[in-house]
């Protein structure tokens, strides 16, 4: 049975990278999709709406849900998944624009978003919500200790949030990849070689959404095994 077929899914940070591929998952899958992006995202699905805005503005989010329940009548399923995330390998000349960025797309963003999926979600009594957070909220890394912090944070706001609204039949589940191979890295000499591949974390993340309703994955860790074995 597909459990996807016509949801609805609230997607951020669809433009590129982990969300675009995600987004093709789901849309193959026949669930409709809205996607909120910084870049405009041009689709000739029709079960699919797109919306240029910022997660980390409140007049963005309520705008974004406000036309994804004109368009689809409301959200089944929430992914939390557009991110950023600098390297700041010295405090001293790290900016507060830096900081802000990073914990306003990375925490305020997941609360914004999930703040506007719950008072939808609520009435119905059911629904997901999958946050994107990265082992970067489980372990530290000097070359980018803003990020961690934003994620660590990311991932206490989600472990709240779950144990608030599963009362109310809704779920939520952390995903937390390591190292992606992405345009994250930019030129920087990393071993992308060993790291996750944006497709196979696409497929964890359908495969969360995939299970049964009364099923609850709290948290999924996963890693390539070359980037483990050092």
Partial sequence: MNQLNDKVVFLTGASSGIGAAVQQLLLAQGAKVFSMSRRQVISEWPNHQTFAGDVSSEQDVEEAFRRCKEAFGGVDVLINNAGSGLPTPDLADTTVETFEQMVGTNM???FLCSRAAVRMMKPIGKGHILNLI???????NPNAPLYCASKFGARGLSSGFAD??????IKVTDVNPGPVDSDYWGDRKVPREKFLKIGDVAKIILFVLSQPEDLVIREINFDNMKFLAG
């Fill in 134 to 140: 990265s082992m970067a909220g489980q372990r530290t």
């Fill in 164 to 169: 608030q609204v599963l009362k109310l039949g």
């Fill in 108 to 110: 305020r963003g997941v």
